[in-house]
């Protein structure tokens, strides 16, 4: 059987260009894939930038009394940090991964519209330059100025002028507009696409359940964006024109801050993981040989994840003094997203039950996601009890449990996606064994840091203070965090590598390295400019097991 | 930065006014000294106790599936495994289970949750104001006429003698917050809003706690400590901290008196009457300066105030750039309001 029955005769020519041409071929292109490496490739760039942050921290924390890094420089890299790593690295990986797979999976040609899918991406890129150019720009008092340094969730009334001069917080605020109205395009155009483009046969009902997350995170974006947008625009009023929303010194209010921020914040940290889920859903079926378990409640648990999603933002503010009843409510509405939460995990666990699993290195990433992720999500049931949250929040264990949920799980899964669909954007496989050593290094460091990291919190550590005396039982915690760092960097740089060495003279991946279902697999690799010659036609959800197995269809059952 | 380190390094070392006192610098929560930590502890070992459950069972067949599942190399033929697709009954199963443990545990969090927020204010009942400031801490007594800072004094509450010590909370900035781990989880003073907690230590000694709420370049060295006394103890403290300031140092107040050192802080019974900064009328009864960032010493209370820039850099107060001589009487002066 051929695989690749939706391209007949094609082969894929790579003309050698002269490098402006090429820089300008990627400079002006519309096409979906390009576009989607791009997003990748820049995201990743900036993880590296995050990640820099995030060592040099840890530097400064590893002994009692650091002097690496005075007071005004620590606290910029934090704010940086947790800025980048939610807007810069976060939303437009899977934005990226988005443009490049939903087209392909859904057997369209392009997305609905290609050229607000460039908008998307150069909004993003120039949102990003724009916070990083606060650091030579910016400008403010001695030990107010250059970076933004008022945390990543800025809160209100440290943003208002009285309390952050000069330009940086305004370098905050504009970024993240602008990257904002990037990330609304590209969700705006995922939607469409999906609505609209989808090849013969291919019913809501039949779409990859990475298709279907992605929906909804489009979803989600479009409902959460818009109080983030707003609240910036205010803030911006307050110190330009005078308005006083969250000028408290004129009457604002500093908890509407807070209320704008996470009724974005939280359905945002969906936004961040689902993705993720999207990623392991795809591949837990193919390295287990068995279809995902329960396809219809997943989609149903991710739809419910997306709607209580929105109704959970102030289990971020049990300790700002509300009422018990609001406190209650909030302690409800959070416990209850561990429902469906669960479940995903349940139907992940049965797909694995009774399949033959291949450890290969995307499906190695995705277990260790599925350990993380189900400590993560205990650790946010610990969260959610409020009384237990008013001891946590703010803490070193808030650090530890959101780095389990974004690293230990977003982070891993995103890791196996790019071994799962390297082969494909680039015709090339990545190394097994560099890759079993990247996760290595990446397991051992990332519990090093983030396990020991829970401990300082129970010890009553303060998140986001930039040093700690001697004898309060913090010191060998924070010291082991900070090793565990050397093997995370040792991971990443593994990854660095092997992508550099698979460019160049990695083994040919074939149109289907792994045997996997989806259309994506049914196309060359690198899939040409119109990815499929001839229009798919599907009958299943699996349309390339029905190909595979015509004694065995899918179709069939469903 | 030198200077930061050796002054930094014996941070924790008392002066000699509190060393009677058994200093707990670790605020581990899971060892509570008073009623609301205690509620919290208990509700978490609830908490705790069923999230370990849950991980024990899930991890285990998580851990069992891939051991058993795990495609074998020698076994390998190249069938596939059967392939099922779901199952209705399974689904309703783990959907019910999990709404059934979150319906107890959320029933269990609104109890703590009741039993400390509408806590009833007892008559007898402790009343302070804790109002923050970037980055120090200013605590008051209406009811006692005290105006200190970054040291929260509190008698011991006892079986025989229960005592709580009901906290307003204000900010006089940005948002900062409450927490004394072993004391009570935090809470959040915000500006334009009054917030309240309450405490009642159950064990003698100094607790050491932090602002929790990142609140600008020195939010780590805004540090708080929350003195418990026994009742006679408090008492005496109170009693001397209601005391209008006195000083012998007649020729050192007068110095401090031309300096603009009053234009932010305040000497009771003098013309220092600035309230930007903490309160100084008591400075010497303190066991630290800074927040907490060094401990109140002959030879710290100098180098701070030279430059308290070169410490805790950053802080509100300038270096005054005060002459040898004037740097001399002000520390005199400082040293004698005990």
Redesign the interface.
């Known amino acids: 059987m051929s695989i690749a029955s939706y391209n007949p005769g094609v082969t894929v020519q790579i003309e050698a260009l002269p490098l402006p041409s090429k820089l300008h071929e990627w400079i002006v292109t519309v096409d979906h894939k390009r576009l989607g490496i791009m997003y990748i490739a820049t995201s990743l760039l900036f993880f590296a930038v995050a990640g820099v942050e995030a060592s040099l921290m840890r530097m400064q924390l590893a002994f009692p009394?650091g002097?690496v890094l005075?007071?005004?420089i620590f606290?910029r890299l934090f704010t940086m940090h947790g800025t980048t790593m939610v807007f810069l690295v976060g939303m437009p990986f899977f934005a990226g991964l988005a443009n490049y797979l939903v087209p392909l999976m859904i057997g369209a040609r392009d997305m609905a519209f290609p050229r607000l899918n460039a908008f998307g991406y150069w909004m993003f890129l120039f949102g990003g330059m724009l916070l990083y150019f606060s650091y030579i720009a910016g400008e403010g008092l001695a030990?107010?100025g250059t970076a933004p340094?008022v945390?990543w969730f800025a809160?209100?009334?440290?943003t208002e002028r009285?309390?952050s001069r000069g330009t940086s917080t305004d370098y905050w605020i504009l970024s993240i507009i602008v990257a904002g109205i990037g990330t609304t395009a590209s969700a705006i155009n995922v939607i469409a696409t999906i609505f609209s483009m989808r090849c013969k046969g291919m019913t809501l009902a039949r779409m990859p359940l990475f298709v279907w997350l992605m929906l909804v995170v489009s979803a989600m974006v479009i409902m959460a964006l818009p109080p983030l947008t707003a609240a910036q625009a205010m803030l911006l009023l307050d110190r330009y024109l005078g308005a006083h929303f969250f000028d408290?010194?004129a009457?604002?209010?500093?908890?509407l801050w807070q209320h704008f921020f996470w009724l974005f914040g939280h359905p945002e940290v969906y936004i961040l993981v689902l993705p993720g889920f999207a990623c392991a859903s795809e591949i837990i079926p193919v390295f287990?040989?068995?279809?995902i378990?329960?396809?219809?409640?997943m989609v149903g648990a991710t739809i419910a994840i997306g709607l209580v999603s929105v109704s959970v933002w102030a289990h971020h503010m049990f300790?700002?003094?509300m009422?018990?009843a609001s406190?209650?409510f909030f302690?409800?509405s959070t416990?209850?997203v561990?429902?469906p939460t669960?479940?995903k995990?349940?139907?992940w666990?049965?797909t694995?039950?009774?399949?033959?699993?291949?450890?290969d290195t995307p499906m190695l990433f995705c277990?260790a996601f599925?350990?993380q992720f189900?400590?993560a999500g205990?650790?946010g049931?610990?969260l959610?009890?409020?009384?237990?949250?008013?001891?946590?929040?703010?803490?070193y264990f808030v650090v530890a449990h959101f780095h389990y949920t974004l690293l230990g799980g977003l982070m891993f899964t995103l890791f196996g996606a790019i071994y799962y669909w390297f082969p494909k954007a680039t015709g090339r496989m990545l190394s097994e064994t560099l890759g079993k050593w990247h996760f290595w290094l990446l397991v051992i460091g990332f519990h090093m840091t983030f396990d020991t990291l829970h401990f300082a919190g129970?010890?009553?550590m303060?998140?986001?203070?930039?040093?700690?005396?001697?004898?309060?039982?913090w010191g060998t915690l924070n010291l082991i965090a900070s090793i565990g760092v050397i093997f995370q960097a040792a991971a990443v740089a593994c990854l660095i590598f092997n992508i550099y060495r698979s460019l160049r003279k990695g083994a040919p991946a074939g149109n289907d390295p792994w045997d996997a279902w989806t259309l994506e697999w049914a196309t060359t690799s690198p899939p040409p400019e119109y990815n499929f010659a001839v229009e798919p036609e599907v009958r299943s959800s699996r349309p390339l097991w029905d190909l595979k197995?015509p004694e065995?269809p899918?179709w069939k059952?469903e | 930065?030198k200077c930061?380190?050796r002054l930094?390094?014996p941070?924790?070392a008392l002066s000699t006014v509190a060393a009677a006192q058994e200093l707990h610098?670790?605020?581990?929560?899971?060892n509570p000294q008073g009623t609301p930590?205690e509620?919290?502890y208990r509700?978490?070992l609830l908490?705790?106790a069923?999230?370990a459950a849950?991980?024990l069972v899930?991890?285990g067949?998580?851990t069992f599936?891939?051991m058993r599942?795990?495609?074998r190399r020698n076994a390998d033929d190249n069938r596939?495994?059967?392939?099922?697709?779901?199952?209705n009954r399974?689904?309703v199963a783990?959907?019910v289970i999990?709404?059934l443990i979150?319906v107890v545990?959320?029933m269990?969090?609104?109890r703590?949750?009741?039993t400390?927020?509408?806590k009833r204010v007892p008559a007898d009942a402790l009343h302070a104001t804790v109002i923050g400031h970037?980055w120090w801490w200013e605590i008051r007594y209406p009811d006692l006429g005290i105006v200190t800072a970054n040291e929260l004094h509190v008698p011991v509450s006892s079986v025989d003698r229960p005592t709580l010590t009901f906290l307003r909370?204000e900010s006089a900035?940005?948002?900062h917050?409450f927490?004394v781990?072993?004391l009570?989880?935090?809470?959040?003073l915000?500006?334009?809003?009054i917030?309240?907690m309450w405490i009642d230590p159950k064990q003698e000694g100094i607790f050491?706690?932090?602002?929790?709420?990142?609140?600008?370049?020195?939010?780590?060295?805004m540090l708080l400590r929350v003195v418990v006394q026994s009742p006679g103890d408090f008492e005496k403290w109170a009693a001397a901290q209601k005391l209008k300031a006195a000083s012998d140092a007649d020729s050192a107040r007068s110095t401090f008196l031309s300096l603009s050192c009053i234009s932010c802080h305040t000497v009771s019974g003098t013309a220092a009457a600035g309230t930007f900064g903490p309160d100084l009328s008591h400075l010497m009864s303190r066991a630290t300066l800074g927040s907490g960032v060094i401990p109140n010493t002959p030879e710290n209370l100098r180098s701070w105030v030279k430059d308290p820039q070169a410490i805790k850099?950053?802080n509100l107060m300038p270096n005054m750039q005060l002459n040898s001589r004037e740097l001399d009487q002000v520390v005199a002066y400082l040293g004698s309001l005990k």
């Open positions: 009394n002097q005075p007071p005004e606290n030990g107010h340094d945390g809160y209100a009334p440290l009285a309390f408290t010194q009457g604002g209010s500093a908890i287990s040989r068995k279809p378990f329960g396809r219809a409640a300790a700002v003094g009422s018990a406190n209650i302690v409800a416990m209850l561990g429902v669960g479940i995990i349940f139907n666990l049965a694995m039950y009774g399949g033959k699993i291949r450890l277990v599925l350990f189900l400590i205990l650790t049931i610990m959610a009890a409020a009384p237990f949250n008013w001891q946590l929040t703010d803490s129970i010890l009553g303060p998140r986001r203070i930039y040093t700690y005396a001697d004898g309060r039982g197995h065995d899918d059952y | 930065m930061l380190s930094a390094i941070a924790l610098p670790v605020g581990n929560i899971f930590a509620s919290v509700l978490s908490v705790i069923v999230c849950i991980f899930v991890a067949l998580l599936t891939i599942f795990v495609r596939e495994p059967a392939q099922v697709y779901g199952s399974i689904e783990w959907t999990p709404i979150v545990l959320t269990a969090t609104a703590a949750v009741v400390i927020q509408n970037q909370l900035d940005v948002a917050s927490w781990p072993q009570s989880g935090k809470t959040d915000i500006p334009n809003r917030n309240s050491l706690g932090n602002c929790a709420e990142y609140c600008g370049m020195q939010h780590a060295n850099p950053g």
